[in-house]
């Protein structure tokens, strides 16, 4: 994996990890990623695809670069998409305001839960 250049990373359903990809190819699977300059992505027609066939596809994940370091954030969220209730990532509070872009991002999962954490400088 090459760390100059950004990823795009989604839960994979099937082995309950993050799946990361890079240029088009899945280049590692794994339980803990961090990023940064994050962008939240969800595709309009793969959300559509599943409100219609009531079946989960891969159309929303966190693109950015890779890093081994994330500094002591200042403003943090945790993140979630639900397709059935938004049409993008949205913090878990009570406000449920957008998310479409972070400074930095932490991906995590185990024995089927999964948690995104959004952190802006």
Known sequence: MNKDKR??????????VWSV???????????????KNCRFLVGKAGRERVLREGKKNVHAGVSGYVTD????????????YNPYRNEKFTTKDDLYE????????VLSCGNGWKDVEAIWE
């Open 98 to 105: 957008d998310v479409l872009y972070s400074d930095y991002a």
């Open 69 to 80: 370091l994330v500094p002591a954030c200042r403003v943090h969220s945790e993140v979630t």
């Open 21 to 35: 990809r890079q240029d088009g190819m899945v280049v590692k699977h794994t339980k803990h990623i961090m990023l």
């Open 7 to 16: 990823v795009y990373v989604y839960f994979n359903l099937h082995k309950k």
